[in-house]
Nanobody
Framework: QVQLVESGGGLVQAGGSLRLSCTASGRALSTYGMGWFRQAPGKEREFVAA????????YYADSVKGRFTIGRDYAKNTVYLQMNSLKPDDAAVYYC????????????????????WGQGTQVTVSS
């Protein structure tokens, strides 16, 4: 089992940047595909970005493509989400999630496919 802890959220002005981190304990993240999701008040949780076990494959929601970048640091057992050109619509609680998979390039945006979730970190974007 793996425990996930997100950090890096906060308040930023529109057009600014934040870097979220998701650090794991319990098991090496290299055995998991990873994803970031977000949930704004009154809205359903939505997919943001995903990265395969190998780090070779990445996948982004259309709403963040070109602005957000997902990456992973195997040595630090951490997954990152670099968020640039933030918009008020990006404000939400951001969650990282881990998915057990046997395939190094397997990747998915389906939240039900993820096995472990962090507690979330709040991102607020002022206009």
């Amino acid at each position: 089992q793996v425990q996930l802890v997100e950090s890096g959220g906060g308040l930023v002005q529109a057009g600014g940047s934040l870097r979220l981190s998701c650090t794991a304990s319990g098991r090496a993240l290299s055995t998991y595909g990873m994803g970031w999701f977000r949930q704004a008040p009154g809205k359903e949780r939505e997919f943001v970005a995903a990265i395969s076990r190998s780090g070779v494959a990445t996948y982004y929601a259309d709403s963040v493509k070109g602005r957000f970048t997902i990456g992973r640091d195997y040595a630090k057992n951490t997954v990152y989400l670099q968020m640039n050109s933030l918009k008020p619509d990006d404000a939400a609680v951001y969650y990282c999630a881990a998915r057990s998979t046997s395939y190094s390039t397997d990747i998915t945006r389906t939240s039900a496919s993820y096995d472990y979730w962090g507690q979330g970190t709040q991102v607020t974007v002022s206009s």
